[in-house]
């Protein structure tokens, strides 16, 4: 099960942080992604990060997110600074890396949080 929180309204230019809480599977064992889905789009990958660490964005984010995770915790992070209302959307954590959610099957075969609100707007 993962469990996000942490979304709310903010001024374009402001900060966020949101936290993902793994239960059920060994988080310390597996890639884990942030997806966001934008009002009448689809699903958009923006960032993932291994069991050690090492972690990659997406053009759109890079420089302004900053994804991170506490393997002891059994928590997912995702820092987002210098937010734009484009940032506006659901952001989802799921249980997948990058190259498994660029496909349907993918996407439909990974684990997926319930989403948390993000809204950019003055």
């Known amino acids: 099960q993962l469990v996000e929180s942490g979304g709310g309204l903010v001024q374009p230019g402001g900060s966020l942080r949101l936290t993902c809480t793994a239960s059920g599977f060994t988080f310390k064992s597996v890639y884990m992604s942030w997806v966001r889905q934008a009002p009448g789009k689809g699903p958009e990958w923006i960032s993932d990060i291994n069991p050690t660490h090492y972690a990659r964005y997406a053009d759109s984010v890079e420089d302004r997110f900053s994804i991170s995770r506490d393997n002891d915790q059994n928590t997912l992070y995702l820092q987002l600074d210098s937010l734009k209302p484009e940032d506006t959307g659901t952001y989802y954590c799921?249980?997948?890396?990058?190259?498994?959610?660029?496909?349907?099957?993918?996407?439909?075969?990974?684990?997926w949080g319930q989403g948390t609100q993000v809204t950019v707007s003055s």
């Open positions: 799921v249980r997948a890396k990058k190259s498994t959610l660029q496909t349907m099957a993918g996407q439909l075969d990974a684990l």
